[in-house]
Structures are given as C-alpha cells and as structure tokens.
C-alpha cells in the first residue's frame, strides 16, 4: 500500500471504558476496525497519556486478550520521521480516535461507536 490511512487512537474511554488507572470494558467494534484496517495495510498508532507501568498493562491487554498490536505507541511512524527529516512532538494521523474530539462541520458517524 504506497499511502496507508495512519489511526491515532486512544486508550481509555475509546478502546475500553474509561476506569484509569484500571482497564474498563473494551470497545470491540473499535477494536475489530483497527484490526481489519492492519490487515488492509493501514497502521494504527496507540496515543495516550499512559506511561510506565500504566502503559506496560494496557499494551498486555491489548496483546493477551485481542491480539492487537499498534504500529507505534505514542511516537511518529518511522516511514513519516524520514519523509519529513524530524519527529515533532504531534503525532501525525490522517484520523484521530479519542473519546474528547470535538467535531466540526458534517462529519459521517463511523462504523465503531462505542454503545454504553
């Protein structure tokens, strides 16, 4: 794929309720997207303010129960740090998951929103 779609997408309250610092009920629907989306030779950034041992859990999670990787963890993909010679601190994405977006204009509802 010479231009995959980039996922940035967050943690808590997006790919599992919110219980930080604990680990809530996962959002499948989200998770069965990321997954087929890697498949289809696009790459998925994990972006969240989890660290350490925090962060350490949630990737186990991911890994034991889903067998989901992300492509980075907080970080630029490697193909885009050498396309543009830097890796700033904003993590570039051609779309951005997280339970605190704020939408402007008419956006289409997506196919994994989470019900509660």
């Given at each position: 794929?010479?231009?995959?779609?980039?996922?940035?997408?967050?943690?808590?309250?997006?790919?599992?309720?919110?219980?930080?610092?604990?680990?809530?009920?996962?959002?499948?629907?989200?998770?069965?997207?990321?997954?087929?989306?890697?498949?289809?030779?696009?790459?998925?950034?994990?972006?969240?303010?989890?660290?350490?041992?925090?962060?350490?859990?949630?990737?186990?999670?991911?890994?034991?129960?889903?067998?989901?990787?992300?492509?980075?963890?907080?970080?630029?993909?490697?193909?885009?740090?050498?396309?543009?010679?830097?890796?700033?601190?904003?993590?570039f994405a051609n779309v951005y998951i997280d339970d605190h977006n704020a939408r402007y204009g008419v956006c289409?509802?997506?196919?994994?929103?989470?019900?509660?």
């Amino acid at each position: 794929m010479d231009n995959p779609t980039i996922y940035a997408v967050d943690f808590d309250g997006t790919l599992c309720e919110n219980a930080w610092p604990k680990i809530g009920k996962p959002n499948l629907p989200l998770i069965r997207f990321l997954q087929e989306e890697q498949d289809r030779g696009n790459k998925v950034i994990l972006w969240t303010m989890r660290e350490g041992d925090l962060l350490d859990n949630a990737l186990e999670w991911l890994m034991d129960e889903f067998l989901f990787c992300p492509d980075e963890i907080n970080d630029n993909l490697p193909e885009m740090k050498r396309q543009y010679g830097n890796n700033p601190r904003k993590v570039f994405a051609n779309v951005y998951i997280d339970d605190h977006n704020a939408r402007y204009g008419v956006c289409a509802e997506l196919p994994f929103k989470a019900t509660h």
